[in-house]
């Protein structure tokens, strides 16, 4: 189990953290194994496909494309979790940034690591300037839980964000939702905040 107080997001550097890549793939497969996530890859898992793929993750780093975000266990050793944040070149939507592969380690989970990188993720679009962040999420996982839409974009402001589509009553700054559902300008929650 992770410490809060350990918990220190990291932004990737492949000078620095390329060693780091196989813990990358690590929690890729144990996510896709213990939670059957749909994660770019499906069972039977080729390791070395995975490993791969992360390498070229890596490299949209290098290049400027991407930014990726972990957390090591207070262990050092084990990774915690990881987030990315791809910045695709659009001349339409510079302001545009997508959130990807937020994966949290089975050891490490329900001690608000999913919290602290989704708000480095946000530090560092800001800084970025992509202030409209974009979360995808499969279709099959869409239709497993009824969620009525297969995507969310959310503003970045300074309280934190809103959410595109709909918003719920407690919205905190990291995305953890909780209360019932409401639909802008039809709940108090909605009426006093400015339509994007």
């Known amino acids: ?17 390329n060693l780091l890549l196989h813990l990358f793939a690590d929690v890729h497969i144990a996510c896709i194994k213990q939670d059957h996530t ?35 266990a207070s ?19 510079p302001f545009r940034g997508y959130v990807e592969k937020l994966l949290v380690s089975p050891l490490c989970r329900r001690v608000g690591v999913a919290r602290a990188l989704m708000l480095k ?20 996982r869409v239709r497993e839980k009824g969620i009525p839409f297969a995507d969310t974009e959310y503003r970045l402001t300074d309280a934190g964000y809103r959410n595109r589509k709909s918003c719920r009553s407690d919205v905190s700054k990291a995305g953890v939702y909780e209360g019932k559902k409401h ?10 905040r400015p339509v994007l």
């Open 38 to 72: 749909i994660a770019t890859f499906t069972p039977p898992l080729d390791r070395d496909r995975i490993d791969s793929w992360w390498r070229k993750q890596a490299h949209q780093v290098s290049a400027g494309d991407r930014d990726i975000i972990f957390i090591i």
């Open 75 to 93: 262990d050092g050793r084990t990774l915690a979790g990881v987030v990315m944040l791809s910045k695709p070149y659009w001349e339409t939507g």
């Open 183 to 192: 639909l802008y300008g039809d709940c108090v929650c909605c009426a006093d």
């Open 121 to 140: 993720v946000e530090e560092v679009a800001r800084e970025k300037g992509r202030t409209l962040l974009v979360r995808l999420r499969s279709m099959a």
């Open 1 to 17: 189990m992770e410490d809060r107080k350990a918990m220190e997001p990291t932004i990737f550097d492949m000078e620095k953290h």
